[in-house]
């Protein structure tokens, strides 16, 4: 079992649709969890950072990390064309240095 | 300000030959880190460079791979006799120091080994 799994998908919803993006994981000691957007032939850029378990917001990105059942969450709301790209969840132990991604999972988003 | 860049953005190259991809990380940023995304999958550490200490090497998958940094600047990625399963994108990451959990990514060398 890989220590994070994502669905690569891909999803493919409608312009102003909600969107909701998933990571299970294995290691318990996981204590940082971010969500990182990847364009085509770019380099992913931080999208979301969560510190242990709760919810974060920022605009129309929420992330919940739920580390009850190691599952960890990003929902986009009134979904945008722009928002069409592979989103990436990574993880990272307290005093780890290394980032474990997920595979990605692969949104389009039609207008 | 300037991100974190990465040359050359392409390489193609022939099996058995040495390339070296380069990395210059953001001004003030002591912590480099080096990922492999193989098509399909997500990204795979590599290496950690944090200051003058010694770098973590833990994710390099052989010994033809070996990566270098001067002070806390620039890096270079060297694999040795590539092979078709090297074929990857490598991406390079850096963060102010003890702060892996904000790493800020370049737009990666995309390596082709025929």
């Known amino acids: 079992q890989k220590e994070v799994e994502q669905d690569p998908g891909p999803l493919s919803v409608p312009e102003g649709a909600i969107v909701s993006l998933n990571c299970t994981y294995s290691n318990s000691a996981f204590q940082y969890f971010m969500w990182y957007r990847q364009y085509s032939r770019k380099g992913p850029e931080l999208l979301m950072y969560?510190?242990?378990?709760g919810n974060k917001e920022d605009g129309r990105f929420t992330a919940q990390v739920d580390k009850s059942s190691k599952y960890i969450s990003l929902f986009i709301r009134d979904s945008q064309p722009s928002d069409s790209a592979t989103y990436l969840c990574a993880m990272k132990r307290e005093a780890g240095t290394a980032l474990i991604f997920g595979k990605g999972t692969t949104l389009s988003v039609s207008s | 300000g300037a991100g974190v860049s990465q040359s050359p953005s392409n390489k193609v190259t022939e099996k058995g030959k040495d390339v070296e991809l380069r990395c210059d990380p953001i001004s003030g940023h002591t912590a480099l880190y080096w990922y492999r995304q193989r098509l399909g999958q997500g990204l795979e550490f590599l290496i950690y460079f944090q200051g003058n200490s010694a770098p973590d090497k833990s994710g390099l998958p052989s010994d033809r791979f070996s990566a270098e940094r001067t002070g806390e600047s620039v890096s270079t990625l060297t694999i040795q006799r590539t092979q078709q399963e090297d074929s990857a994108v490598y991406l390079c990451?850096?963060?102010?120091?003890?702060?892996?959990?904000?790493?800020?990514f370049g737009p990666g060398t995309r390596l082709t080994v025929l």
């Open positions: 990451a850096s963060s102010l120091a003890g702060r892996a959990d904000t790493q800020y």
């Open positions: 969560t510190y242990s378990s």
